[in-house]
């Protein structure tokens, strides 16, 4: 199952980033996507065992009780996810204006 999702993801975000910002800004992209995916799998880590330290979670018996760091993290992708949704939406206003734009000017050409 986790085969299934990550492929996805991986085999589409060439796709994504040439609708959301063309074919010219694909290498730009798609290199800053990895970099920063590069610094969270880096990062993400440390700062977990951190905020568990911190916190001092631990679990009655044989090891930590890590629900307060699957909950930040839960709430890292949802925040995630709704900046895609946004950027999603602000991409479909975009390009409905532009559609609306070429459409009044070539109308307004053959009167």
Known sequence: MLGLSVSSFISLTSIVLVDLLGLDALTSSFGLLVSFRGVSAVLGPPLAGAALSA?????????????????????????????????????????????????????????
């Open 55 to 111: 916190t001092g979670h631990s679990g009655g018996g044989n090891g930590n009780d890590y629900s307060i760091v699957f909950f930040v993290a839960a709430g890292l992708f949802a925040a995630g996810a709704t900046c895609g949704q946004v950027a999603h939406s602000l991409n479909r206003i975009r390009t409905r204006r532009r559609e609306e734009s070429r459409e009044r000017s070539g109308s307004g050409g053959r009167s």
